[in-house]
Each structure stands twice: as C-alpha cells, then as structure tokens.
C-alpha cells in the first residue's frame, strides 16, 4: 500500500480556485489510479474524480466536470486537483485515494488506500 497526504485546502470564497495535492509514499505510484472523494457534513462520501495510471484518461463526476481539473506526476509522486469556479456546495474534507485495480474506479470500495483528507470551505 501507499500512504497518501493531502494538502492544498482552506477557505476561498465563491468563484475563486484552489488547488489540492496529493503526495504517495512508495515506488509503485504509477502503478495506482489515483481519486479524489469529498464528503461534505451530514452525508456520504462521494467520487470526485479519478486519474489513469500513466495520467493520460481522466474521469469526473458531473457535479465537477469543467471546474475541476486532475492531473499527476509520476516522477513526484504527486496527484494534483485543480478546482476553478468553487461553489459554496463544493464545501467538503476533500480525500485522495490510490487504487490498484485496472480500471479507473468511481466507487469507494475499489480504493486500497486514502489520506487523512484537507477541508475545503467555500464561503457566498
């Protein structure tokens, strides 16, 4: 398994950015789809996005799709989350998951590893 660190959040207000990063422990990075989850107070956690191993497929939910952006460098071991266009709905603890099936999973189960997760807070 890899240990996964979050780090990148904080209070922003509506329409602005920030930019989450996650950094794995390890030397099989390249070998794990990367995902992002958030959960915000009062509800399930639920799939942001997730990255190919190489970082050449990306998949977002809707709810994101266009604002945010995934993206990884291999060589640092690094996952990076790029969230433009926040909404006070994107408020959540943000989490980086690493998964080691071959396919690029959505559900939580399908995750071998997570961080300790950043909080994002996203003022009107």
């Known amino acids: 398994q890899v240990q996964l660190v979050e780090s990148g959040g904080g209070l922003v207000q509506a329409g602005g950015s920030l930019r989450l990063s996650c950094a794995a422990s390890?030397?099989?990075?390249?070998?794990?789809?990367m995902g992002w989850f958030r959960q915000a107070p009062g509800k399930e956690r639920e799939f942001v996005a997730v990255?190919?191993?190489?970082?050449?497929?990306?998949n977002y939910s809707d709810f994101v799709k266009g604002r945010f952006t995934l993206s990884r460098d291999n060589a640092k071991n690094t996952v990076y989350l790029q969230m433009n266009s926040l909404k006070p709905e994107d408020t959540a603890v943000y989490y980086c998951?690493?998964?080691?099936?071959?396919?690029?999973?959505?559900?939580?189960?399908?995750?071998?590893?997570w961080g300790q997760g950043t909080q994002v807070t996203v003022s009107s």
């Open positions: 390890g030397r099989t990075f390249s070998s794990y789809a």
């Open positions: 998951a690493a998964s080691i099936a071959p396919t690029m999973p959505t559900t939580l189960m399908s995750y071998n590893s």
């Open positions: 990255i190919s191993r190489s970082g050449g497929v990306t």
